[in-house]
């Protein structure tokens, strides 16, 4: 019996890579797609979303959500993924259509089916998933687990010094996810596909060598954001973070240090949305000299490290045949 997914993304070029991982893995029945404002508009993030359903040769429904933060100015990262979020490669238009159903109410039948079964894989910031803990937060506990692509541990951001974009997208929205008291929230930081983890140029060549549509698409359709990543961020390759998250999610194999700890979303100030990682379980003390420092419980399971040999040949699987 296949594993039960669930994706919620602001599909963009690397996010749609890592949405072909999922419906690509051998053993992995991808439920639904929804889709949140933030890396584009989620009229452009349903279309990318659904070329990528339609490249995969599967008929996955894609439900559009929040077009804008909870409380947060929305904003999109066009500026990295180019104005397509594809890599300006003017893929043709998907003929899958949308579907029109409210993707909270379809996925909480599917919780209710499938109690403790299905693992949500979120891509973009959280504003869906908040919503949907707001009007079913007992159904939300049901999930098997949630593999969440943000935040930053201990390290700096990526849209500000201390924030990474998903989360500073809506930190309202991530709080509300981070206190939901779910017993297996797991958080991929950014910092995971910088370095030795980035595809290098042979990576990227040994991709195209495979000679398959999905493996020219993987690479063809992150032009913009290898060049965002070697001259903005400084990394020798290609970082694709949504992609890790996803080998997180699918390959135990993968993750090589996790921990769990109290995180804290920063919702103002200079450092808003930064995920503040109590490495040290300072926190637990009772009563800690810090009012905002007492009786915590650890709610996030860190992953701290990842193989990327071992991440890198669970992208190559999906891509190779």
């Not at 979020?85 to 899958?96: D, F, I, V």
């Not at 990526?158 to 500073?168: D, F, L, Q």
């Not at 958080?187 to 990576?203: D, K, P, S, Y």
Request: proline content about 5%; hydrophobic content about 40%.
């Amino acid at each position: 019996m296949k594993n039960k997914y669930f994706i919620d993304t602001d599909t963009a070029s690397d996010d749609a890579v890592a949405l072909l991982m999922a419906l690509e893995w051998h053993d992995v029945e991808v439920l639904g797609i929804s889709i949140v404002s933030g890396n584009m508009s989620v009229e452009q993030g349903s279309i990318n979303a659904r070329y990528t359903v339609e490249l995969c040769k599967k008929e996955v429904p894609v439900y559009v959500g929040a077009d804008a933060p909870l409380v947060k100015k929305r904003e999109h990262a066009d500026w990295f993924h180019g104005p397509d979020g594809m890599g300006n490669m003017n893929y043709p238009a998907p003929k899958l259509q949308e579907t029109n159903e409210d993707f909270i109410e379809v996925l909480n039948n599917h919780i209710n089916q499938h109690p403790n079964e299905i693992t949500l894989v979120t891509l973009g910031p959280l504003t869906n998933v908040a919503n949907f803990i707001k009007k079913y937060p007992d159904s939300f506990l049901k999930l098997k687990n949630i593999v969440i692509m943000g935040g930053a541990s201990n390290t700096v951001g990526n849209v500000t010094p201390a924030a990474e974009y998903n989360i500073w997208c809506d930190p309202e929205a991530a709080d509300i996810v981070f206190k939901s008291k779910h017993h297996d929230i797991a958080m991929v930081g950014w910092e995971l596909c910088r370095g030795e983890a980035n595809l290098t140029e042979e990576e990227m060549e040994l991709a195209y060598s495979f000679k398959t549509e999905k493996a020219d698409f993987t690479i063809d359709c992150n032009k913009h954001a290898l060049d965002s990543s070697q001259n903005w961020l400084g990394d020798p390759g290609l970082g694709l973070p949504d992609p890790v998250a996803m080998a997180v999610a699918l390959n135990p194999a993968v993750t090589t240090k996790v921990s769990r700890h109290n995180v804290q979303v920063v919702i103002e100030g200079p450092a808003r949305g930064m995920t503040i990682v109590d490495q040290l379980h300072v926190g637990e003390s009772e009563p800690h000299i810090d009012e905002h420092w007492s009786h915590t419980e650890r709610n996030i399971n860190v992953i701290w490290e990842i193989d990327s040999n071992e991440w890198k040949e669970t992208l190559y699987k999906t891509i190779r045949d």
